[in-house]
């Protein structure tokens, strides 16, 4: 593992002075009510599948999650596959089943380039209208407004590899259509749709040291500060958190000082999609279980150390449903199921989740 040793040295430290990984009970209250009770939230992904068949991992969402995201439910090839055609019904499923059980909802995405209809792709190319982003933004914002934690309004708009000098992704369909002003208008859109929830911008891979994640982070800031000076409607960032264990380094002083920059601009900060990939790790599972709970801790310790930081979404709850697992890039090729989540295929409690629970209790120390 390439963590940074000295962050390594803290989260193993840390790990054994806290809750022992084989010592912590099943009954420990869940993440829901440790997070609460200093002042964070917690929560993860999650489907209607899920919550309908599957009654351990439903059960596990209600003990262990206070907030909840659809995993691909509320995107914009199952919300309007057909134009006009909407179906709310699963993000309408998934926020009952929030309200139901004293959970919270975040909304997730508005506008992306990928998870399309082909018919919106296509319409993007050909005749490109604001409307075809504005309308369906209206439409959805204004059906939960005022009943979402937040919502992540743009994702992934970053892409340096596209060669921009400004690091977007300009191979994105929306900004082939309408350049990079597209951003701000979806939020512009978003706040005229719902006057109050919290709009956040979400991003991925800004969280290693070597030099890839150095220029997403640098063309994040350069976004955020833009929105920030031009008075656009966002009030918080989305730091996704899908880790590489085996395959990036990662240090405490890279993410603090990210961090200390987008709470600088006055913008609140989630970790969104927080799951770490094995893949490429030592054959024996424990091993990994142990360097997964050990970055997980040092990751979160210090996200957690911010005052802006809201708190965590992980991306699914146990590794018998993660998106890792199926995953190019991620995925075993022995299809051995990744180890990248709280609890394991069996919905128990791993190092992982003893490691979010010691960084929500560090949050304190
Ligand atoms: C993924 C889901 O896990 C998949 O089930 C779906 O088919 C595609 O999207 N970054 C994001 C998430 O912001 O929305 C993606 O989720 C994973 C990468």
């Not at 508005?110 to 050909?126: D, Q, T, Y």
């Not at 590899?161 to 939020?187: C, K, M, N, Q, V």
């Not at 996704?240 to 603090?256: I, M, N, P, W």
Request: glycine share 8%; charged share 25%.
């Amino acid at each position: 593992m390439r963590l940074d040793r000295r962050s390594l040295l803290l989260g193993t430290a840390a790990l054994a002075a806290g809750a022992s990984t084989r010592g912590f009970a099943q009954e420990q209250p869940g993440l829901r009510v440790q997070a609460r009770n200093h002042g964070l939230v917690y929560g993860t992904c999650t489907d209607t599948n899920t919550l309908r068949n599957d009654p351990d991992l439903s059960a596990a969402v209600r003990t262990e999650a206070g907030i909840l995201v659809a995993e691909y439910e509320t995107k914009r090839s199952h919300v309007e596959p057909a134009p006009d055609a909407y179906d709310f019904g699963p993000t309408d499923f998934i926020a009952g089943f929030a309200r139901a059980n004293g959970q919270l909802m975040r909304g997730h995405t508005l506008v992306w380039h990928a998870s399309n209809p082909s018919w919106l792709e296509e319409a993007l190319a050909s005749r490109p209208d604001e409307k075809l982003m504005t309308d369906y933004i209206r439409a959805l914002v204004t059906r939960y407004r005022g009943r979402f934690h937040s919502w992540d309004v743009v994702n992934e708009a970053v892409e340096p590899e596209d060669g921009s000098p400004d690091g977007l992704r300009t191979s994105s369909p929306w900004h082939r259509a309408f350049g990079p002003g597209y951003i701000d208008t979806a939020f512009h859109a978003a706040r005229e749709a719902d006057p109050s929830t919290p709009l956040f911008y979400n991003e991925t891979n800004v969280e290693g040291d070597e030099r890839w994640f150095a220029k997403r982070r640098a063309a994040t800031l350069k976004l955020l500060e833009g929105l920030v000076a031009r008075k656009v409607p966002v009030q918080g960032f989305g730091m996704q958190g899908h880790l590489k264990l085996y395959r990036s380094r990662y240090s405490q002083a890279t993410v603090s000082r990210f961090l200390d920059e987008v709470s600088a601009m006055g913008l609140k900060i989630l970790v969104t999609e927080l799951d770490v990939a094995d893949i490429a790790g030592p054959a024996d599972p424990a091993r990994r279980d142990a360097d997964v709970a050990a970055l997980t801790k040092s990751f979160l310790d210090v996200c957690f150390s911010k005052p802006a930081t809201l708190g965590c979404l992980t991306w699914g709850l146990s590794d018998k449903k993660s998106w890792l697992s199926t995953t190019k890039g991620y995925q075993w090729p022995d299809g051995q199921l990744s180890r990248g989540l709280p609890l394991d295929a069996d919905c128990r409690r791993k190092p992982m989740w003893a490691a979010i629970a010691d960084a929500i209790q560090y949050k304190h120390a």
